[in-house]
């Protein structure tokens, strides 16, 4: 697959969407909630194989801030504070091909784990 370049990025009206319209046609809508759980930042992804976080409670998390990055990506900034990801074209492209399945697995993830979408982890 090649490079895949924005030709448009629209947050909705409630800033729970995110539109991103590709050069190639495809068009995604990508919910706040699936961007801020499945997020590229090491705060969620950790630094290294194994050190994922699931993130719980994010249902009603909003887009605050899409900022460019270089040519290549926009670092998306949450109400809830967390805006250290810088979503490339290519992984924004990912996610609207494959966010569905990744999704479900977050939320098999959430399960397995005792948490919930709408609950954030309590402080230990």
């Known amino acids: 697959m090649g490079d895949v370049w924005p030709s448009e ?15 190639n046609g495809a068009v995604v809508a990508l919910p706040a909630e699936m961007l801020r759980v499945l997020s590229p930042s090491a705060e969620v992804q950790g630094h290294g194989p194994g050190q994922a976080v699931t993130v719980p409670g994010k249902r ?12 290549y990506a926009v670092r998306i900034g949450f109400d809830d504070g967390h805006d250290s990801g810088i979503f490339t074209w290519t992984y924004l492209d990912e996610l609207g091909r494959e966010g569905t399945e990744r999704f479900a697995a977050y939320e098999r993830a959430l399960a397995e784990k005792g948490m919930n979408r709408d609950t954030p982890e309590r402080p230990r």
């Open 9 to 23: 990025l629209k947050i909705s009206g409630d800033r729970r969407t995110l539109t991103v319209s590709f050069e």
């Open 60 to 71: 009603s998390v909003a887009i605050r801030t899409v900022q460019p990055t270089g040519n």
